[in-house]
């Protein structure tokens, strides 16, 4: 330690006696090769020197293939061509890189130089220097293996960033399959076929096709094929039209054109195929040319027309030229209304309708008229002579609706939900044409008690009227329901609802319409009636519309019975008819028992007591009778069940007017007899007697009561309302229903207007 302060003191004053020989305006230099450091300064160099050197980074891997180009091609029995790579070897120093494994190794090539390859447990490997990019081409092959009809090889694929395959096969249009991989591009040139495709690295791939277009030529054969052509004759008003469906199916050669005759007189209007490539038509001889001659079936459908100007015509037979056999089917068909004779010849047999091709007969579009066979025979052509007479169409209606019955919930918003349930008989016509109101949608529509979708066109909403897998023979039911925005209701004021127009004629409409109970109406207006401003013997009429279908004119009911009229049995009974208003000269009522419940199979006989006539019947399910044929005069009316006493009356039935006549049974023996004498009328046909005035006013109470009750026509549609249609809306659940009717709308609109005041 001495010694190291003794030689800092003396270097120190060797620089004191150097700074006073400088300048003193000049700094002192240090001599060159020493350096003044810190004590400091000096051990942290110390400390630096003592430590040990750091070893330098390895990469993570030695070495990476980015990028493998497949270029290959098919000769003979083998698959040749070349595998390049594309790659970087990280590690320094000479590296192993495996390249391919499962393929034969010609020769290897980097940088235009041969590379020597390694074989590791059957893996060809190349020795690369280090730390540099690389490219390495090897020359290669894969065995081609042969099967009946098909081709294959199995390729190893490098395992690679990405791979690319080109592979060029003999043969024009040759259809490659790989798997897996994916093809992106495929050219077919002088001769061979060439694809480009992107490979899955590092898994093998399998690539195959058919062989026929690589297989060794050999000298064409003679082409033999055989045809079966399914016609279908149409017979309109100013042309004959031909289409013909053509199944050529080859059993020897690959054809590539086929001709066929076109009958004299015809144009052609349409050639089509799935083979097709062209057609060309030449002289009155069709060419058909087909894009893939190797295939055994060919399918070619043949339009052709001729104007026509008389009742008659004989219908042509196309034929294929130098097919060994030629069968087929004819089906004839007529436009509009008219009687048409076939007559067959040669090779051609009559068959059943329901015995031809499906396929042809999906072609047609009017009545069927016949349909034909024939197998062609070279001494018998087949041959159709067609003649008809037509006659003139007449109008008739797709569709008519029998009833409509409709409910509408109107709520203190003024919103308002209707539903309409149409009863529809059908021929033909697939949608009802629904003209809303402004700011009305429709929200749900069934057909037969299915769902089906509305569809909204510029000119209306559409609501079908069939579905898919739906062939109506009788009525069904057809629903809809729509949603109106309406205007909020004041505390008094006007308002309108309305119906909107359908383009089908409803025999009889029934609308009911429930308020909510907070507001009083009066005052109904609009082409609909109310039915309380109905006669009494309708509005019971109206509650039994099941079997009902009316027709009013004017307010003034009048019935027609769907079941059966009455039906005299020499003085026997007579049938009672479905519930509905009596007709001037019948009398007819209703039997209940004290508590007001109806007595169904009641007997009822009516006696003429000016004569001595009868007639007799029962009550139905409903308690109502009827009797028509009796004599106008004094008419004793007795009724008679067991368990109740007998009832009898004695009343005047006039001919110009029916008479309605309730009866009571009390409970007792039934040889008890209750008799009741009517009395005169005040005058005499014209008056209703004051009992009559007394029912009538009782009846009228009753149907205003019945007026404002909702029926479950309400109940069904609040219920749809909570858990089916997709609105959300605050139906009333207490109101008031007001019923209307109307007959024969002729696509319309129904309206009601009324007086509303907040009670």
Same mark, same amino acid.
């Given at each position: ?11 120190? +004053? ?6 006073d020989?400088?300048?003193?305006n ?5 001599? #060159? ?11 942290r ?25 497949l270029?290959?091609?098919v000769?003979n029995?083998s698959v ?16 192993k ?15 235009g ?16 220097? =280090? ?8 020359d ?11 081709a ?15 592979l ?12 897996p ?9 002088h =001769? ?16 195959w ?19 079966e ?19 050529? @199916?080859?059993?020897?050669? /690959? ?19 799935? @083979?097709?490539?062209s057609?060309?038509?030449q #002289?009155?001889?069709l ?8 295939l ?39 436009a ?10 040669g ?50 209606l797709?569709?008519v609706?029998e009833?409509?019955?409709v ?10 939900l209707?539903?309409v ?11 009802? *044409? ?9 929200? +749900? ?10 569809v909204?066109?510029? /000119? ?22 729509f ?5 909020p209701?004041?505390?008094k ?5 309305s ?25 109904? =207006?609009g082409?609909?009636?109310?039915t309380?401003l ?5 509005q019971?009429?109206?509650?039994g ?8 004119? /004017? ?16 003085g ?15 009398l ?22 000016d ?13 109502r ?8 005069g004094?008419v ?10 007998k ?16 009866? *009571?049974?009390n ?9 009741v ?10 008056n209703?007697?004051?009992d ?6 009782d009846?009228s ?7 404002t ?9 609040q219920?749809?309302v ?9 139906v ?26 907040n009670?």
């Amino acid at each position: 330690m001495k010694k190291k302060l003794l030689a800092l003191m003396l270097v120190l +004053s060797v620089n004191l006696l150097a700074m006073d020989k400088t300048d003193k305006n000049e700094l002192p230099l240090p001599n #060159s090769g020493e350096v003044t450091l810190t004590l400091g300064e000096y051990t942290r160099l110390v400390e630096l020197a003592t430590k040990p050197a750091k070893k330098p980074e390895m990469p993570p891997i030695p070495y990476a293939i980015k990028r493998a180009d497949l270029k290959l091609k098919v000769n003979n029995e083998s698959v040749l061509g070349t595998v390049q790579f594309q790659g970087e070897v990280f590690a320094k120093g000479p590296t192993k890189v495996p390249l391919t494994t499962g393929m034969t190794v010609l020769d290897a090539h980097q940088d235009g130089k041969a590379l020597p390859l390694e074989q590791e447990n059957g893996t060809h490997t190349a020795v690369l220097p =280090g730390a540099a990019e690389f490219s390495v081409t090897l020359d290669t092959g894969v065995r081609l293996g042969i099967e009946a009809g098909r081709a294959s090889f199995s390729l190893p694929v490098p395992p690679a960033g990405s791979v690319r395959l080109s592979l060029a096969i003999p043969g024009d249009h040759t259809n490659v399959r790989i798997n897996p991989g994916l093809i992106t591009e495929r050219n077919s040139d002088h =001769g061979q076929t060439t694809i480009e495709a992107t490979l899955a690295p590092g898994q093998p791939v399998t690539i195959w096709w058919a062989t026929r277009e690589i297989a060794a030529p050999v000298a064409p054969r003679e082409a033999r094929f055989l045809s079966e052509v399914k016609t279908l004759v149409s017979v309109s008003e100013a042309d004959l039209r031909i289409a013909a469906l053509a199944d050529i @199916s080859v059993v020897q050669g /690959d054809p590539a054109q086929f001709v066929v005759e076109v009958p004299a007189g015809y144009e052609l209007t349409g050639v089509t195929g799935a @083979s097709l490539e062209s057609s060309e038509l030449q #002289s009155g001889v069709l060419i058909l040319k087909v894009s893939a001659p190797a295939l055994r079936n060919h399918q070619f459908l043949i339009s052709m027309e001729k104007s026509i100007d008389t009742a008659k015509a004989d219908a042509p037979f196309l034929s294929f030229k130098e097919a060994q056999r030629e069968t087929g089917e004819v089906l004839v068909e007529g436009a509009g209304t008219m009687e048409l004779t076939a007559k067959e010849g040669g090779s051609l047999k009559r068959m059943d309708l329901k015995e031809t091709n499906p396929y042809l007969r999906s072609l047609a579009r009017f009545p069927l008229q016949a349909a034909f066979r024939y197998h062609r025979q070279p001494t018998e052509p087949p041959t159709l002579a067609l003649e008809w007479l037509r006659f003139p169409d007449s109008s008739v209606l797709a569709a008519v609706a029998e009833r409509a019955v409709v409910t509408t919930l109107v709520t203190s918003e003024g919103r308002s939900l209707t539903e309409v349930k149409l009863t529809i008989k059908n021929q033909a016509q697939p949608f009802l *044409k629904v003209e809303l109101p402004a700011g009305a949608s429709i929200l +749900s529509a069934d057909v037969a008690g299915e769902k089906v979708k509305p569809v909204e066109g510029p /000119d209306g909403n559409r609501v079908p009227l069939l579905r898919p897998g739906f062939r109506p023979t009788d009525s069904y039911a057809v629903t809809f329901v729509f949603m109106h925005s309406g205007a909020p209701f004041a505390k008094k004021g006007d308002s309108e609802l309305s119906l909107p127009k359908m383009d089908v004629p409803i025999s009889f409409l029934q609308w009911e319409v429930f308020l909510p109970e907070q507001y009083k109406v009066k005052d109904f =207006g609009g082409d609909a009636i109310a039915t309380n401003l109905l006669p009494m013997s309708f509005q019971d009429a109206t509650e039994g519309l099941d079997h009902l279908a009316y027709f009013v004119s /004017d307010a003034q009911p009048v019935n027609t019975f769907s079941g059966p009229q009455f039906v005299n049995t020499n003085g026997g009974s007579f049938g009672t008819p479905s519930a509905g208003p009596l007709l001037p000269g019948q009398l007819g009522g209703f039997v209940t028992d004290p508590q007001g419940a109806v007595i169904a199979g009641a007997q009822v006989r009516a006696t003429n007591l000016d004569n001595g006539s009868q007639r007799t019947t029962t009550t139905d399910s409903s308690g109502r009778w009827a009797i028509a044929g009796m004599p106008a005069g004094r008419v004793k009316i007795e009724v008679d069940k067991q368990g109740f006493k007998k009832a009898a009356s004695t009343r005047d039935l006039d001919s110009t007017r029916p008479l309605e006549d309730d009866v *009571k049974l009390n409970v007792g023996e039934a040889n008890t007899t209750v008799e009741v004498t009517a009395e005169a009328p005040i005058i005499e046909g014209l008056n209703p007697r004051s009992d009559d005035r007394h029912k009538e006013r009782d009846k009228s109470k009753s149907a205003q009561a019945l007026q404002t009750n909702a029926s479950s026509n309400v109940m069904n549609l609040q219920r749809k309302v909570a858990g089916v249609l997709p609105v959300r809306i605050d139906v009333p659940r207490a109101g008031n229903s007001y019923r209307f009717v109307r007959p024969l709308v002729l696509d319309e609109e129904t309206k009601v207007t009324f007086n509303y005041k907040n009670k």
